[in-house]
């Protein structure tokens, strides 16, 4: 800051349902399967590793003139306006009209993260394994179309996933 540089940070965060359900749906569309690499795959049997190594980062780097911003991606179009929503916060210059742009939403982004820097056992995840489907059943999955509507997708379920043991997500067309 000494420098007239403002460092802002953003950590876009997805959610580990919305992760796999993005998997699966990038499984079964050919459009989008150049998106998933077994890299991905492989990545979501380290999720618990991934938040703790997450959490020590924010510990490490998050300070009082660079804090960062925890964006919820779940939701990607409302994330890149929480996103640009928070900039005119962190940032002071003549005429500013803080109603014209609103207060950031707290479901869609979080300012500072106090409390993962002083909390002893901060929570790092949700449980290790989501319980998988009944393979007897059809899943429902949501495709987003490219005009981004929603509109359902119907999958079959495979007799095996091929996510990784223990994916709620294992179906295909």
Not at 17 to 36: G, M, N, S, Y
Request: contains cysteine; hydrophobic residues 40%.
């Amino acid at each position: 800051m000494a420098d007239g540089i403002l460092l802002v940070k953003f950590w876009l965060s997805v959610s580990r349902a919305e992760q796999r359900t993005r998997f699966a749906i990038r499984r079964v569309d050919p459009v989008r399967q150049w998106k998933l690499s077994p890299t991905d795959i492989a990545s979501l049997g380290l999720w618990d590793a991934y938040t703790a190594a997450k959490v020590d980062m924010f510990r490490a780097t998050d300070t009082e003139h660079a804090p960062w911003t925890v964006v919820k991606t779940n939701d990607k179009r409302r994330a890149r306006l929480e996103a640009l929503r928070s900039l005119p916060w962190r940032i002071d210059y003549d005429r500013k009209d803080t109603a014209a742009v609103g207060q950031p939403d707290p479901l869609s982004s979080g300012p500072r993260i106090p409390s993962w820097k002083q909390a002893r056992n901060p929570p790092t995840s949700l449980p290790t394994r989501l319980p998988a489907p009944p393979w007897a059943r059809a899943c429902t999955l949501t495709a987003i179309t490219r005009r981004g509507r929603h509109r359902p997708a119907r999958i079959r379920p495979v007799a095996r996933s091929a996510l990784g043991e223990g994916v709620a997500y294992g179906c295909r067309a």
